[in-house]
T-cell receptor, first 113, second 111 residues
Framework: GNSVTQMEGPVTLSEEAFLTINCTYT??????LFWYVQYPGEGLQLLLKATKADDKGSNKGFEATYRKETTSFHLEKGSVQVSDSAVYFC????????????FGPGTSLSVIP | NAGVTQTPKFRILKIGQSMTLQCTQD?????MYWYRQDPGMGLKLIYYSVGAGITDKGEVPNGYNVSRSTTEDFPLRLELAAPSQTSVYFCATRTGVHEQYFGPGTRLTVT
């Protein structure tokens, strides 16, 4: 079946540290891949996306590259800030499916000053 | 342009009571979804709709019902509330390129 796996959290980093959150997927077909972010007390917001292999999504200093050969979409940021503290969700959507997006379990990130 | 709005923001129900969570969108998106998010967990899909008059079950539909009479509105009905339905409920819409837009959520406690 289709699924998304993320590294377990919580992740705690010092300000200006390098961030990597691993995400791998299993899918039939050719999915689009997403990272969503959820700040405390809010709904999910799209952070970045990639729709085909080797695409790089980027936003607010975050980047993720769609790696078909390793079925991965790892999230990276070179220098995190306290304001990046949130829960990050990796997700996939299949182009052949009109109905559902599959989310990973989420990874909680805390950035301390 | 308000996006996706949900009401109420908070609600406390007694066991056995019923209520409707409202969701309204002004983006003219055909696809709409209801998720629940339990503490420390990811999202579980309750119901979804691909257009007015069309709904289908997700992963955890038991104890819930939905209707979709218009493109804008997608209410979620809880019948006979149980403590297991204590959760945060999110409504979302989707564009043709599969990106989802979420409402701010409704925090429900059943005691």
């Amino acid at each position: 079946g289709n699924s998304v796996t993320q590294m377990e959290g919580p992740v705690t980093l010092s300000e200006e540290a390098f961030l990597t959150i691993n995400c791998t997927y299993t899918a039939t077909g050719y999915p689009s891949l997403f990272w969503y972010v959820q700040y405390p007390g809010e709904g999910l917001q799209l952070l970045l996306k990639a729709t085909k292999a080797d695409d790089k999504g980027s936003n607010k200093g975050f980047e993720a590259t769609y790696r078909k050969e390793t079925t991965s979409f790892h999230l990276e940021k070179g220098s995190v800030q306290v304001s990046d503290s949130a829960v990050y969700f990796c997700a996939l959507s299949l182009k052949t499916s009109y109905d559902k997006v599959i989310f990973g379990p989420g990874t909680s990130l805390s950035v301390i000053p | 342009n308000a996006g996706v709005t949900q009401t109420p923001k908070f609600r406390i129900l007694k066991i056995g009571q019923s209520m409707t969570l409202q969701c309204t969108q002004d983006m003219n998106h055909n696809y709409m979804y209801w998720y629940r998010q339990d503490p420390g967990m990811g999202l579980k899909l309750i119901y979804y709709s691909v257009g007015a008059g069309i709904t289908d079950k997700g992963e955890v539909p038991n104890g819930y019902n939905v209707s979709r009479s218009t493109t804008e509105d997608f209410p979620l009905r809880l019948e006979l509330a149980a403590p297991s339905q204590t959760s945060v409920y999110f409504c979302a819409t989707r564009t043709g390129v599969h990106e989802q837009y979420f409402g701010p959520g409704t925090r429900l406690t059943v005691t």
